[in-house]
Nanobody, 126 residues
Framework: QVQLVESGGGLVQTGDSLRLSCTAS????????LGWFRQAPGQEREFVAV???????????DYADSVKGRFTITRLNAGNTVNLQMNSLKPEDTAVYFC????????????????WGQGTQVTVSS
């Protein structure tokens, strides 16, 4: 059974840091894109960051403009784990964060992914 499990969310203050982690299991994900999305109440789920597979088990990264320079996405455990280091957090970052896996050629839309985690809550107070 394929599963993606996120952890690391919590309640922090503006300027603090959090590190999210997602581990995928049930099959090999080394060639998949593993991405992070977030969704605030009443809003659409939006792209945050992704690690994209290339040849030789190398992974290239991409970020939403809203988090670029503050968040860092990394790949571990033979490609089956993806972390999101979030620094300089703002109240606007408050959302449920989801990790997702996909093998398509595009990696910034919900429909580009085949599997999703259950989400972890991140709340940033002022």
């Amino acid at each position: 059974q394929v599963q993606l499990v996120e952890s690391g969310g919590g309640l922090v203050q503006t300027g603090d840091s959090l590190r999210l982690s997602c581990t995928a299991s049930g099959r090999t994900f080394s060639r998949d894109a593993l991405g992070w999305f977030r969704q605030a109440p009443g809003q659409e789920r939006e792209f945050v960051a992704v690690t994209r597979w290339r040849s030789g088990r190398t992974y290239y990264t991409d970020y939403a403009d809203s988090v670029k320079g503050r968040f860092t996405i990394t790949r571990l455990n033979a490609g089956n784990t993806v972390n999101l280091q979030m620094n300089s957090l703002k109240p606007e970052d408050t959302a449920v964060y989801f990790c997702a896996a996909g093998r398509g050629s595009q990696h910034k839309a919900l429909g580009d992914y085949d599997y999703w985690g259950q989400g972890t809550q991140v709340t940033v107070s002022s």
